[in-house]
């Protein structure tokens, strides 16, 4: 093969081979966001299910790092939207809303895939009161998140979306996972303000407390997102945003 060949044929590798490394370096992993299945406020009639923003805020982050997301459920299929938190005047929970929105035998929600985050990156649920049902005696949840971290991923969550922990051990220790962890979550004073303490099936600042965690807490409804080692959590809405942030940032390091 003479020179003017040879820088042919290696050119030509080249060309093949430069895209297929673009996207290795690309390809940051995937995050899979948990919606809880639950639509109803206990023995109330009254509508429940996820909060928006706290689905809506944490997909934007997490795609705008370059994360591919997985919208998911514990039982997979619809996951009923919380009727008070569509707010579609946030452009991100418009976005989020205009692509993964449905109506089904009369309530918003969404079609979510079956929980299986067990190659992914991090794991994220999403709060709204529903979570408090369906997430604690989750073992499709339990399984996943402590599959993802033994792998060495992030589990992140929010507002009532923490409940998942009440469920989920260390892996090394067999301890709850929030043991010894610092954590922000929907506290009890929240609760009480939103009349709700008498509904809920118990407190989860309380029972996070009884699994031996040290919650921090900031004013009622106002901005409070920990990181704890691979560990984040938020306390409300208003902390969605900042975190999935926190998620980004241990998924970094």
């Known amino acids: 093969m003479n020179r003017r060949h040879f820088l042919t044929l290696a050119a030509a590798l080249l060309t093949l081979i430069t895209p297929a490394i673009s996207r290795a370096e690309d390809d940051k992993g995937t995050i899979t ?14 509508a429940t ?15 705008d790092a370059g994360y591919t997301v997985t919208i998911t459920s514990p ?15 946030d452009p991100a929970n418009k976005a989020f809303w205009e692509k993964f929105g449905t109506t089904k035998n009369g309530r918003d929600g969404i079609e979510t895939k079956p929980l299986e985050a067990d190659k992914d ?18 073992k499709a ?22 409940a998942a922990l009440i469920g ?23 609760e009480a303000a939103v009349k709700l303490t008498d509904t ?12 031996g965690a040290t919650v921090k807490t900031a004013p009622n409804f106002t901005e409070n997102a920990i990181r704890d080692g691979r560990v984040v959590t ?20």
């Open 33 to 46: 966001i948990v919606l809880t299945n639950h639509g109803k406020l206990g023995d109330t009639d009254k």
């Open 49 to 63: 299910g996820f909060f928006l923003s706290e689905a809506a805020h944490p997909y934007k982050v997490f795609t």
């Open 75 to 89: 039982l997979g299929g619809f996951a009923p939207l919380d009727p008070k938190s569509k707010k579609l005047d």
């Open 121 to 138: 990156v991090a794991i994220f649920f999403a709060g709204g009161h529903g979570a408090m049902w369906d997430f604690p005696s989750s």
């Open 141 to 162: 949840l339990q399984k996943s998140a402590e599959l993802v971290y033994k792998n060495g991923g992030v589990i992140g969550s929010v507002c009532h979306g923490p």
């Open 168 to 190: 989920i051990k260390d892996p090394a220790t067999g301890d709850p996972l929030v043991k010894g962890k610092n954590l922000a979550v929907f506290t009890d004073k929240e």
């Open 200 to 211: 809920v099936p118990f407190l989860l600042q309380t029972e996070l407390e009884k699994l």
């Open 234 to 253: 938020g306390q409300n809405p208003a902390s969605a945003t900042k975190a999935a942030e926190l998620v980004v940032e241990a998924l970094s390091e």
